[in-house]
């Protein structure tokens, strides 16, 4: 019935509109109009120009003082503030630009509207001005370059030794974070060995993985902790994102990417700081990635030192719960191990696969 | 101004096409040459045509046709994002399964959202764009009979038209289209295990890309041909409209970059169903491990985006040329800087090559890489401020005529600032890492390649309909179409930068998930109530278009008092573009306004010997 409406509604106003067509057309019979364009043309577009120019701008202003509050709130790492203020210089720049040109612009388009009674100043070029306006865009880009690249260097800089190095491991659609434990190094793991009661495909046999722990809910970390994130993936691209933490990779399967941040601000902080007592920082999917892209998230705690020990003591698990885990199996010949919770085992049959696809 | 048959001059190409002139050749009593329509079917007049000026409406019709299909799909999606709770009982009758009880389901949302961009940029902006106006006006503006080859541009469209059904048809296959995003990343595009648009429907799609490219070399081979070979006496390189300096360096871009896309579209195809692993490794999807290993998701990201980029300005340059052309001719000015503009086209051109990484920054690339890039990238800003600034000093001091296509034609430069301003910002690494993927991009490229190519080529179409068509369109209905365009389009793209900088994702079909995005509601729905109106805008356009095709007002023949060569040729279309010998060109295009001449325009077939009064030093 509605759809029966919608296009009732679009067959009459395509009637509407043509049958303006041809009052139109009358009317310019009527005036004996020749010219494409007549004067009065003219005078109605450019008061337009002008009329879009201020509401333009204007509406512009209004919006954008309006909308500061669903902006991000201020940086929760060390590295994003150098980038805010980076966004900000640019910002500075860019919107003086963009008011002065598109002011030239709708301001020139009012005021020399067309008149059939005069000429325009022929002006085909000015060497010198062309050089000016060549050079002084060069020079404030290179100026731009110089910082944004010293930023840049200095957040893709090698990460200090001591850093603690988490994993952030996508699948879809959720996340699972691995920590090093207390060597501080992330056991081995393969695609092959992923199965039920081993998500990240540990290799169980491997002595760094012992102290691993994980935790596929809520991710804490320590606010002033140097972090290492280590990012990859299972099946298909993601892209580990932490606005507010203003830091963000993808994660590749079969390779490894990471990303050094240092968290300065706790949950508890920034729930004062933004007045909202359920504020909590997110680790979003940011890599279309399936149905369920737009759910893939995950919670994330900025803790104090205490809490997050605390935390990391009592609700963290081991990735290896079963020290006696069967030695590594080839997987060409054997289907990955089930755990004896009963589910359906995973068949895989490695022969055949490139045929299905 | 009555100079056009003074001089005659037989180009080599009418010795061999047969087009004499009858004066000298009478006897030789060809009826269908020089003037007289071919004895033409119905099949070879309208369908394999293979004379430019129908092939050109070939692909305009082809075009507004898919630009109308592709906004329809995102005013779906705009429904859903801007009004997530509700059902829009209308939908299922659209869409059908895919919009069960009113509400469309997130793998259709992102097929909607992948093919509106796959048509928009290549069916649209590539293939329409071009199609239409290299088409139209490259034998005309530089003085040919036709094309080069009128057989291969025939072949060109028909391509195009098959890759358009292809494409098309997918859309209503069982399990949907494509769904991974426009740029179809392996592993997600590579794997029907993955999502339900990885299937058939990423088959089509490939197969659609695959013939988009072979239509798109043999235009862009033609093109380049029919510039550098067929230029009519007097037509130096220097005195060629911008238009066809813009679809000269087009056509080179797009032989350039469009073979690393089909090798990329290959590549993915033999991943997809001969067992390859090009793009795969290390993937454990559906329950089982993939025997696939040693391949990186990456080199494909690298191949696609050096299509990609130079893309950006294969759309984007023949608009500006387009938009250069309807400035100077309704400023009734000469274009500023002409060779200022030839030059910046050809840096950004150049550079388009050496910048396709800043897509990539945060896919793990090497961070020095990234620097050049940034680098690179940051240096295209220079040439477009040149031409920003040439823009504005063309109509300073000018005479401006307000047709619609000069209303399109300022609007494409005042989106080229706003979108390419946030360029700067999008193309620093370090800034890129926080809002890569979000809605600042959508609204970034929506504004500086989308609304400023799709305004180009209003420009274009407003501008042209006359040679096109023979007819004017209404140019009231054109004002309105502008004016409530230009305002929906800022007011969906402007708002749509807080989107993205308040964090949200791209590509996301609602944003529940997270608590903190709950405010941008808000802006979704006014972006969603301005993108209604601005599809709603484009109905007067579509009934204008169509309505003045068959009963417009008769057109002159130089309705614009323009200077460029098309206009000398007569209204009713012909065979061979002009009736008698091909016109000689004696100056540049821009000649307007010119102190001391009698009219404020001088055609390029007026030889200076007849404008002593406005010569300058040096002209004689």
Redesign the interface.
Known sequence: ???LL?FIV?IL??IT??R??RV??LV?ELRGEEE??TNT??K???R??LV?LFV?LLG?LY??LD?K????PVSASKH?V??DA??DI??A??IV??VI??I???W??FK????KN?????????HK??FI??II??IV?AS??VY??K???A??APAPADAQVVQVYGK?FNWIVRYAGEDNKLGKSN??L?GDGNEL?VDTNDVAARDDKFIADTMHIQVGSKILFV?NA????H?A?F??L?????C???????FYCEPTITTDSMRAITGDA???Y?L??????????????MILKVDSKEQYQEWYKSTAQYVITRPEAAPIAD?AVTA?IDSAEGKTA??????K???L? | MSSNSKETFIHPQDVELGFMDHAHHGDHGHDEHGGHHHKETFITKYIFSQDHKMISKQYLLTAVIMAFFAMAMSLIFRLQLGWPETK???LE??IGHHGKDGKL???FY?ALVTIHGTIMVFFVLTGGLSGTFSNLLIPLQVGARDMASGFLNMLSYWFFFLSCAVMTMSVFIEAGPAS??WTV?P??S???Q???GSGLGMTMWLVSMVLFIASSLLGGINYVCTIINMRTKGMSMTRMPLTIWAFLITAILGILSFPVLFAAALLLLFD????TSFY??????G??????AG????LYQHLFWFLGHPEVYIVLLPALGLASEVISTQ??????????MIGSMLVIAFLSFIVWGHHMF???MN?FL??VF??TT??V??PS??K??????T?????????PAM?FA?GL??FF??GG??G??LG????D??I???YFVVAHFHIVMGSSAIFGMLAGVYHWFPRMYGR?L????G?LHF?VT??CV?GVF??MH??G???V?R??????????FD??ID?NELISVFAIAAG?AQ??FA??FF??MYRG?KASQN??NSNTLEWTAPVEHLHGNWPGAIPVVHRWA?D????GADE?YIPQTVPYIETKNSNLPGEE
């Open positions: 019935m509605t759809s919608v679009l106003a395509t509109i043509v303006l067509v139109l057309e310019n494409p364009v043309d003219n109605f577009n450019s337009m120009m879009f333009g512009m919006f954008t909308a509050k669903y902006l991000l994003g150098e980038t980076l966004l640019n910002f720049l860019i630009v963009f040109t598109q030239l612009l709708f020139y388009g020399y509207r067309g008149d005069r000429r325009a100043y022929f002006y085909p070029d000015n001005l062309e306006w060549t865009p060069t880009l731009l370059i944004g690249l930023v840049w260097n957040i893709v879809q695609y092959r992923i495909g990012f299972r099946d298909v691209i892209s994102y606005p507010h203003r830091t963000q990779m993808n590749v399967p079969g390779m490894n990417t990471q359920n504020f909590n997110v979003l999917c940011n890599k279309i990635c399936g149905a369920a892209h737009y759910n893939m998230k997987p990955p995973v068949v895989s049959l490695p022969v696969q490139g045929l696809r | 829009w009982a209308f009758s659209i389901s997130p793998d992102l991974g995003g990343y592993p997600l590579a794997l029907p993955a999502m339900p997809r169903s001969m067992g795969l490794s290390d993937i454990f999807i329950g089982a491990p993939l025997d696939a391949g990186s998701p990456i400023s009734r000015k000469p274009i500023f800087g002409y060779k200022a945060i896919t793990g961070p990234g620097s940034v680098f940051l240096l800003a220079i401020a040149v920003v600034f040439n823009y504005i000093a109509i300073w001091k000018a005479n401006i005529s307000y047709s209303l300022l430069v005042s600032i706003s301003l946030t700067i910002i620093d690494s370090a800034l890492i926080n890569h993927d979000t004017m209404n140019k009231r209905l004002y004016w230009i305002i800022y402007f708002p807080f989107v900088l308040a964090g994702p590509r996301y079909y609602a944003n529940t998930a997270y608590a903190g405010g941008v802006i709603l109905l007067i009934v204008n309505y003045s007002p309705p614009w821009y307007y306004s010119k102190p404020d």
